[in-house]
């Protein structure tokens, strides 16, 4: 089951079930408007209807969560199968807190590959790698191609910071450090953010580089497409 967000309901019954929501339907990958058939409540605690794209007319099994006092639950709203197409990135606010323009580049180029305009989709993503990497290199690098911005990130910018920060919390007088004196005095909220200190930590040495790894030997398997006009049989 794939969580539907409210925003995508465009019309709703008396009783507030969707009656009708507007996403990227799974069989004919087309954006659509589903319309909702009779929705059959099951046990007080869910609701669900199966709804029909407006497009090709297959259905979409919905189940609504409920509240206790009958009405849906705001954000409890999911569907079967998954809407096509690929969901915004983790972490993606952090990019809309350091350039709007560019996360608006990364949703544009996100709504194209959801739309299978996929020549355009690559197009916007080499221009945001050209406009990420500029806006963290030196004014004077502004103009270099996209591999030269790339080859001078690890001279412009400090990319073992994160490395240095985790250190100076763990130490004898950091934060963290002082804690382990004595576990007794660790809370559950300073737990949690120990753990998620250590998970961020291994997603920057171990999952990142394994990730990419792996994302570099399927682009170097990957078939390469013919040019048009190439002259190809």
């Not at 191609?145 to 990319?159: F, I, N, Q, Y």
């Not at 250590?198 to 390469?224: C, N």
Request: hydrophobic residues 40%.
């Amino acid at each position: 089951m794939q969580l539907v967000h409210d925003a995508l309901v465009q019309s709703r019954f008396s009783n507030t079930f969707p009656r009708t929501v507007e996403m990227l339907c799974p069989h004919c990958l087309k954006e659509a408007v589903f319309e909702a058939r009779p929705w059959q409540e099951h046990g007080r605690q869910l609701a669900a209807s199966e709804l029909e794209c407006t497009r090709c007319e297959h259905t979409v099994l919905f189940v609504q969560l409920l509240d206790e006092d009958g009405t849906n639950k705001s954000g409890g709203l999911y569907c079967h199968p998954g809407f096509g197409g690929r969901e915004p990135m983790a972490g993606v606010e952090h990019l809309h807190a350091m350039s709007a323009p560019l996360a608006r580049s990364y949703e544009s180029a996100l709504k194209l590959y959801n739309h299978a305009e996929w020549g355009a989709s690559s197009l916007i993503v080499r221009h945001l790698l050209g406009g990420l990497t500029a806006r963290m290199l030196a004014d004077e690098k502004a103009e270099l191609s996209l591999t030269r911005k790339l080859e001078a990130l690890p001279h412009d910018v400090d990319l073992s910071r994160p490395l240095q920060d985790i250190a100076q919390l763990l130490a004898p007088s950091g934060t963290f450090g002082r804690q382990f004196e004595d576990e007794a005095t660790i809370d559950k909220a300073n737990a949690e953010l120990l753990l998620e200190l250590a998970e961020q930590l291994i997603t920057y040495l171990v999952v990142l580089p394994g990730t990419m790894a792996d994302l570099k030997a399927r682009i170097a398997t990957a078939p390469v497409p013919l040019r048009r006009g190439s002259g190809a049989a």
